[in-house]
């Protein structure tokens, strides 16, 4: 039992005893833990009348009772005691992952959805596990490969903390998306949550003790209309939904080990008003801007030779900095990746290079908000995200800064965002990385399953032949694969051609930021209108070129390894690159 679950059981004994006794003796109990008598007391002035009382601890399943069954001469009361330092938040309930939309939100399609996305994610994650301990599990079913994690990984540790996080993260980014589904559609699940999850249908009283004395309150905060309520993203892990005076997180984790289920730690917190909710963002996002200001102007400069992805990763942080500092008010989802990325990249760059960026993703800013005010005019800005890590539903739409805006009549939407940044035109911008075993899937070109096969035993024999000595020359490796899907794509229908690309190109909206001319520009793909022609193996060959529209628009698949040389084997991707020219 966890200490803060062991304090809120002693708290509840605690207080029953101490009514006990005054029922029976009417006097208090001496010696008594801080905050115990303060709430018998309270709970005795509100309900002098008691007859009878009944602690959970004297059931059978007590973490199926309320915590006290006070009956008095009218009624019969249910309480729910929580205990508290400082102003801590209160932990109500902890729901399985698999159940809440339809037991809290009364959801059963969406609990199907996100269930269908659990599993998914659930499989990479432990593929991802057995991964850091060298095993290959590409053949083991999800069975088998919980039952290696149970050996290899019966603790989270540092080591192995980078996989949990990414699957509770992608199970946020879900569970985000479809409340924003619920919330749209009207429903009364929202109402239903908060009164099953706050348990604003029985007695819950709060007892926070603090330096200076012990407060003891009855929880009935007031719920704000349904056109108010805010649904957001907090931390990681986690997504908060506030109403009124209270704020309802929801914060996915494991029950205990890697191998255990999956729970959702529920917790709120209280606010005076709505104001006092976005006095408290208005502060925070200060000190966000604050702390990006004074690690820009502390960076001490490393300059690498090859510094194209601190490039891109400082346009990303900088483009968030001033989409903060025009929309002060906006939610953060978590302000620790955009404050890392500086930290992080800053350092590679020359100082110019670094000024350049930070004005040109001004201009990036700008066009964001421009494309914004365009397609959605009467809405505002409600949260904003840096998406460290592509983690998300659709991957097709990644991006990597969300933005979550509401309408006029209430209705949420989360808009994608992709950033590229580039020295000069003409450039080629990298808008994909799908790997070796998926551009011939359902997800991009759509070949039959014995074409998928076909490729993914040539794959095989190749790792096979390196790893044996046989065939050690990457590059020999690379033309013999590029060779083979060059073969197959120059057999695929327009139909397959046109969802491949589409789907390289990708849905989310991109904006190029040329940072030595401090412009910005919003990239939005033509219809492919006409046929698409294929170029196997060209203009090398490890690449697959296709042109459409009338030889106005051109992308290029490179087949490549995911790591250099000097790693030995890794695994194969290609890098979708397309040309971008400006006002073509």
Not at 115 to 131: D, R
Request: net charge positive; glycine share 4%.
């Amino acid at each position: 039992m966890n200490k803060s679950r062991s304090i809120g059981d002693d708290h509840v004994k605690s207080v029953f005893h101490a009514l006990e006794q005054y029922y029976h003796l009417r006097r208090w109990p001496v010696d008594n833990p801080p905050g115990v008598i303060e709430t018998a007391q309270f709970i005795w002035d509100k309900y002098p009348n008691i007859i009878k009382i009944k602690c959970k601890f004297q059931y059978r399943n007590p973490d199926q009772q309320n915590d006290l069954v006070i009956t008095t001469h009218e009624d019969t009361v249910r309480i729910n005691l929580y205990y508290t330092s400082k102003s801590g938040n209160i932990q109500p309930k902890n729901p399985g992952a698999k159940s809440f939309l339809n037991t809290y939100f009364k959801a059963p399609e969406l609990q199907y959805s996100f269930n269908m996305h659990l599993e998914q994610c659930y499989s990479e994650f432990l593929s991802s596990m057995l991964e850091l301990k060298g095993v290959d599990s590409e053949e083991l079913s999800d069975v088998k490969k919980k039952r290696a994690l149970k050996e290899l990984h019966p603790e989270f540790t540092k080591e192995n903390n980078q996989p949990r996080d990414s699957f509770l993260y992608a199970l946020k980014e879900k569970c985000y998306s479809l409340l924003l589904e619920s919330y749209n559609h009207y429903t009364k699940g929202f109402q239903h949550a908060f009164e099953m999850l706050l348990m604003l249908d029985e007695t819950t009283i709060i007892t926070r003790v603090k330096k200076n004395g012990v407060d003891v309150e009855l929880f009935r905060p007031n719920l704000s209309d349904y056109n108010n309520i805010k649904i957001y993203k907090k931390g990681r892990h986690a997504v908060g939904i506030q109403s009124g005076e209270v704020g309802l997180t929801l914060r996915f984790k494991f029950e205990s080990k890697p191998y255990s289920s999956i729970k959702i730690a529920t917790s709120y917190e209280l606010f005076k008003s709505l104001d006092d909710f976005e006095s408290l963002i208005l502060k925070k996002n200060e000190a966000t801007l604050l702390m990006a200001n004074q690690i820009s102007e502390s960076i001490l400069v490393k300059p690498m030779n090859n510094t194209s992805n601190a490039v891109g990763k400082c346009n990303e942080a900088f483009t968030y900095y001033w989409m903060l500092k025009k929309f002060p008010s906006a939610i953060q989802a978590d302000d620790s990746d955009f404050l890392n990325y500086l930290k992080e990249y800053l350092p590679a760059l020359p100082k110019n290079t670094a000024q350049q960026i930070k004005n040109s993703s001004e201009q990036t800013a700008l066009k964001i908000i421009e494309y914004l005010y365009k397609e959605h005019p009467q809405a505002r800005l409600d949260g904003i995200q840096l998406v460290a890590d592509i983690y998300v539903n659709d991957r097709l739409n990644t991006g990597d800064i969300k933005i979550s805006i509401r309408e006029q009549h209430g209705y949420l939407t989360e808009v994608f965002i992709s950033l590229k940044a580039l020295r000069s035109t003409n450039k080629k911008i990298t808008t994909k990385n799908p790997g070796i075993g998926t551009i011939l899937g359902p997800t991009f070109f759509n070949f039959s399953e014995a074409l998928n096969n076909e490729l993914a035993k040539q794959v095989a024999q190749a790792k096979h032949d390196f790893e044996a000595g046989i065939q050690c020359d990457h590059p020999s490796i690379l033309v013999q694969l590029s060779k083979t899907v060059g073969t197959m794509l120059s057999t695929a229908t327009q139909v397959q051609l046109r969802k491949g690309i589409e789907n390289l190109l990708g849905k989310a909206l991109t904006i190029i930021t040329i940072y030595e001319q401090n412009k910005a520009y919003l990239l939005k793909h033509n219809k492919i209108e006409t046929d698409i022609t294929v170029y196997p193996n060209s203009p090398s060959d490890i690449q697959q070129t296709f042109i459409w529209n009338n030889n106005s628009e051109e992308i290029s698949l490179r087949v490549k390894f995911s790591k250099g040389q000097h790693h030995g084997w890794s695994s194969i991707k290609f890098a979708s690159e397309y040309i971008f020219i400006p006002n073509k």
